[in-house]
C-alpha cells in the first residue's frame, strides 16, 4: 500500500510503498477516506512536540474511512479516527490502509461527508471545551474571538452565538468581516490595543498567540477570562507584570489532550449539529501525494478551515 512517510524532521514527507497491515487482536484495519493535517501534525514533524514515532513515520492525527477488517466493527461500517497515539507514539492516517488500535475508531453518522468526519474532531471540540469548560461562557456575556476565521475560531464563534453571547470577532479587513456568520460584530485587530476597546469584553477565546493576545489582554474586563487555544501567530508573548497584575484577568491555557473525556462527550451533540446545519466546517482537500503542500498550506496566515487528504488518484 502507499503512505507518506517522513524520514527526517522538517523534510517534506515522501510518497512510499509500504507492507500492507495484516489483521490482528485489538486493531481497525480502515480504508482511508479522508485525513486530516493538523497544526499538531505540523508541530511533530517539525520536532518541537515532545515525542514522534521512530523515524521514518507516518504522520496524522485524524482520519475517516471504511472498515475492512475488526474485531470490534463489522466490515463496511463508516467510522471516525483519533487518538491512542496516532501520529504521535506510532504511526498515524496519512496512507490508503490505517492500522489504529480498536480504542481509536468510532462510528461516523450516514449524514457526515467523511472529509468532515476526518475534520471535525479537533476543531469542534477545542472551540465547546473551550467555552463550556474552561472560559465557563454565560448568557450575555461579552466575547472576544481571535483567529475567526480558522477552523477553530470559526467553530467558537458559531457555538457562541448559540449559546446567547454578545460575540466580537477580531478580523483584518473587511473581507475577513463579511465571512463572519450573522450575528457576530468585527472589530479590526489592528484597533486591539486601542484605550476605547479597554475592559471591553468580558472573556477572550484566543486561538493565535503572539502579539494579537498580547493585545487583546488589556481588552478583557478586570475579573474576566482568557483561554489559550493556539500559537499560530506566534510561541510567545512579553507581558508587562505590574499591568497585567492590575488588569486581574485569568489566562487559561487548553490542554485537550488532558481534557479529551470532555471533548468525546460532546462529540454526539457536536456530530447533530453538523448534521442539521447548526454548524459549518470549512474543508479544503489535497491528495494523498500533497501532503507537503498541505503542511504549507495550514501555515499561511489567514487560511479558512481545515486542510483534508484523500486517496490520490
Known amino acids: 500500500m502507499r503512505a507518506m512517510r517522513v524520514h527526517a524532521l522538517r523534510e517534506a514527507p515522501r510518497l512510499d510503498e509500504i507492507d500492507t497491515p495484516r489483521p490482528a487482536p485489538g486493531r481497525t484495519i480502515v480504508e482511508m477516506q479522508a485525513a486530516t493535517v493538523g497544526h499538531i501534525d505540523r508541530t511533530v514533524w517539525s520536532g518541537a512536540f515532545l515525542q514522534h514515532p521512530p523515524l521514518p513515520y507516518i504522520p496524522g492525527l485524524e482520519a475517516a474511512g471504511i472498515v475492512r477488517s475488526s474485531e470490534r466493527f463489522a466490515a463496511g461500517q463508516r467510522v471516525w479516527l483519533r487518538g491512542r ?20 475508531v468510532e462510528k461516523l453518522p450516514d449524514g457526515i461527508a467523511m472529509t468532515l468526519g476526518s475534520a ?7 472551540a465547546w471545551v473551550a467555552l463550556h469548560d474552561v472560559a465557563r461562557l454565560q448568557q450575555g456575556e461579552r466575547l472576544l474571538v481571535t483567529g475567526a476565521s480558522g477552523a477553530v475560531g470559526s467553530i467558537t464563534v458559531q457555538l457562541a452565538l448559540a449559546m446567547g453571547a454578545r460575540v466580537h470577532a477580531a478580523v483584518r479587513d473587511a473581507a475577513q468581516a463579511q465571512q463572519l456568520p450573522a450575528g457576530a460584530d468585527p472589530v479590526l485587530a489592528d484597533h486591539l490595543g486601542g484605550a476605547n476597546l ?11 498567540g503572539g502579539s494579537l493576545l498580547a493585545a487583546a489582554l488589556p481588552c478583557i474586563a478586570a ?40 471533548g468525546r462527550a460532546a462529540v454526539p451533540e457536536l456530530l447533530q449539529r453538523l448534521v442539521d446545519g447548526r454548524l459549518r466546517l470549512d ?15 495550514i501555515a499561511q496566515r489567514g487560511h479558512r478551515g481545515r486542510a483534508v487528504l484523500v486517496p490520490s488518484a
Not at 471535525?120 to 477545542?126: A, G, K
Not at 506566534?234 to 507584570?241: C, E, H, P, R, V
Not at 492590575?246 to 473525556?261: G, S, T
Open 223 to 262: 475579573g474576566g477570562r482568557a483561554v489559550l487555544v493556539g500559537y499560530t501567530a506566534g510561541q510567545a508573548i512579553s507581558l508587562d507584570l505590574p499591568t497585567f497584575l492590575q488588569h486581574d484577568v485569568a489566562l487559561l491555557p487548553l490542554n485537550m489532550m488532558r481534557r479529551e473525556a470532555a
Open 198 to 208: 479597554a475592559g471591553a469584553f468580558d472573556v477572550l477565546i484566543d486561538t493565535v
Open 85 to 104: 497515539g496516532l501520529g504521535i507514539r506510532n504511526n498515524g492516517t496519512w496512507c490508503e490502509l490505517i492500522d489504529a488500535p480498536d480504542e481509536a
Open 283 to 297: 474543508v479544503t482537500t489535497f491528495p494523498l501525494h500533497q501532503a507537503g503542500a498541505a503542511l504549507g498550506w
Open 120 to 126: 471535525f474532531f479537533s476543531p469542534c471540540t477545542s
